[in-house]
């Protein structure tokens, strides 16, 4: 089933729902009720997604509620609120994916039967919650830093057969920059986006339609050039500034020069510290001679290096773009990790590809790959630092793993232990009909 349909197949069922049930109160928590509509929303949401509900989802859901309700009181006791701005962009990302995956505004109305400003304000609550609520629990275990000689016993008291099994990782540096571009191309971009300044300022064009037909930033083409509503922070700083000064959605900004190429821009809407606009996106094109050229310059580089007249961390700072990788000697960052050990399915293809058969230290053969994040091309070669074949998690090359899953455990004990003393302390009344439940915590019933 197509995800649109997935997402028609919620709202619908939703919708029909409400309008069968009378809605009530099945649980109170503190000052906070438990309405019989959130515990039926909750399990069409699980449904959906192909969650897996442990026991009868009408015990389920209503205990997960009511947990989430005990570290939202503690969290208004501690003070721990929601960064506004990170709750309103999260909720600007989910309503323009759905808007995308659906088709339009008006047809994710028709779907949720509800107006995009009720849907936004119940998002906003839903994420808001979401974030509180882990703030609340990194606050309770803030304190839990176990110290090398209990990491050392705990990986000691463990099974073998318990320990997980380490896919193979290797840590890469690369050098990497993008081909010259001739001065006339640059030019021809540039009376390209000058034609379409002309156009819609003539009224002879729409912006969104030029945009949906010619911009290079593939995603926010399907949307007539749309970006959504984002604040300063989320933009590259040449296009926010050029951006956040525009004040008349009817004229054109002037061409913008960022990493990702040429822009033009146009306001839709201003609400506070964000923003609405639409842009075209233009890169100019890279011949075949100029690809040819920067490989040639590369493979200079690299013999330079293995006849140990540079060393490749010299290379890097004189030589390399990649502004991510240039000032930590070429080592790459898994952005899913936050470390620099990769599995080859987290590399770019082109990456894995030529690193896969190298010994540690030695260098690839200069190649062509796509920078996803600006999406063009640049030329690089990588170096294979450091590899590890598969094996069981030790201590010598998985402490970090082993410290995560020790510091996971300590964390849901002292939560298990939290909540158990909340239910003491908390008002709690359920519903006669809800209480035939075996709950993971049986206090609620006393």
Partial sequence: MKRYSLILFLALSLSAYADQVIDEVIWVVGDEAILRSEVEEERLRAQYEGQAVPGDPYCYFPEQIAIQKLFLHQAIIDSVEANESTVSHQVDMRLNYYINQIGSKEKMEEYFRKTSSEIREEMMTSVRNQMIIQQMQQKLTEHIKPTPAEIRRYYNSLPVDSLPMMPAQVEVQILSFEPAVPVEETERVKQRLREFTERVQSGSADFSMLARLYSEDTESAKRGGELGFVGKGQLVPEFAEVA???????????????????????????????????????????????????????????????????????????????????????????????????????????????????????????????????????????????????????????????????????????????????????????????????????????
């Fill in 244 to 446: 956040f000064n525009l004040n008349d959605p009817k004229r054109v900004s002037r061409i913008v020069q960022t990493e990702y190429g040429y822009h033009i821009i146009q306001l839709i809407e201003k609400k506070g510290e964000r923003i609405n606009c639409r842009h075209i996106l233009l890169r100019p094109r890279i011949s075949a001679t100029d690809k040819v050229r920067s490989i040639e310059r590369l493979d200079s580089i690299r013999q330079l290096i293995l006849a140990d007249s540079l060393q490749f961390e010299q290379a890097v700072l004189r030589f390399s773009q990649d502004k991510n990788t240039v000032m930590n000697a070429g080592l790459m960052i898994n952005p899913n990790t936050n470390s620099s050990k990769f599995e080859f399915q987290d590399l770019a293809p082109e990456i894995a590809k030529q690193i896969y058969n190298l010994k540690e230290g030695e260098l690839s053969q200069p190649f062509v790959m796509m920078d996803q994040t600006k999406n063009r091309e640049v030329c690089a070669i990588v170096r294979l630092k450091k590899k590890t074949d598969i094996h069981r998690a030790n201590l010598t090359d998985d402490f970090q793993t082993v410290k995560s899953m020790l510091e996971a455990k300590l964390g849901a004990e002292f939560i298990h232990d939290w909540i158990i003393q909340k239910q003491k302390k908390t008002f709690v009344q359920i519903d006669p009909e809800w209480q035939n439940c075996e709950f993971e915590f049986p206090g609620w019933v006393h």
